[in-house]
Nanobody, 114 residues
Framework: QVQLVESGGGLVQTGGSLRLSCAASGSIFKFNPMGWYRQAPGKQREFVASITNSGITNYADSVKGRFTISRDNAKITVYLQMNSLKPEDTAVYYC????????WGQGTQVTVSS
C-alpha cells in the first residue's frame, strides 16, 4: 500500500508563487515515476506534470514555462514549484505515484486570487 502526503497549498495573488511537496511511503520502489494532477470545481482531474526516476519531465501545455517538477529519490518526495500563478490555476492538486497503477494523495488546495 502506498501513502502520499501533500503539503504547500494555500492562497496567493495572481503572479505569485507556491511550492508543493509530496512525500511517499509504503510498499513502493523509490524510483517509481511521480507526478501531479489537479481538479478545478466542476471539471475533470487533469494532468499537470510528471517526472521519472532519471529526471525526465513532462508538462501540460498550460503550465509549461511556469511550473517546475523535481524529486528527491532518497526522500521519495516530489515537488512542484509554481510561478506566475493565474486564477485558472486554482484547483485541488493531487500527487500521484505509478506503481505501476497510480496511487493518489488526499490533495492540497491552491487558490489564486485575481
Amino acid at each position: 500500500q502506498v501513502q502520499l502526503v501533500e503539503s504547500g497549498g494555500g492562497l496567493v495573488q495572481t503572479g505569485g508563487s507556491l511550492r508543493l511537496s509530496c512525500a511517499a511511503s509504503g510498499s513502493i520502489f523509490k524510483f517509481n515515476p511521480m507526478g501531479w494532477y489537479r481538479q478545478a470545481p466542476g471539471k475533470q482531474r487533469e494532468f499537470v506534470a510528471s517526472i521519472t526516476n532519471s529526471g525526465i519531465t513532462n508538462y501540460a501545455d498550460s503550465v509549461k514555462g511556469r511550473f517546475t517538477i523535481s524529486r528527491d529519490n532518497a526522500k521519495i518526495t516530489v515537488y512542484l514549484q509554481m510561478n506566475s500563478l493565474k486564477p485558472e490555476d486554482t484547483a485541488v492538486y493531487y500527487c500521484t505515484l505509478w506503481n505501476p497503477l497510480p496511487s493518489w494523495g488526499q490533495g492540497t488546495q491552491v487558490t489564486v486570487s485575481s
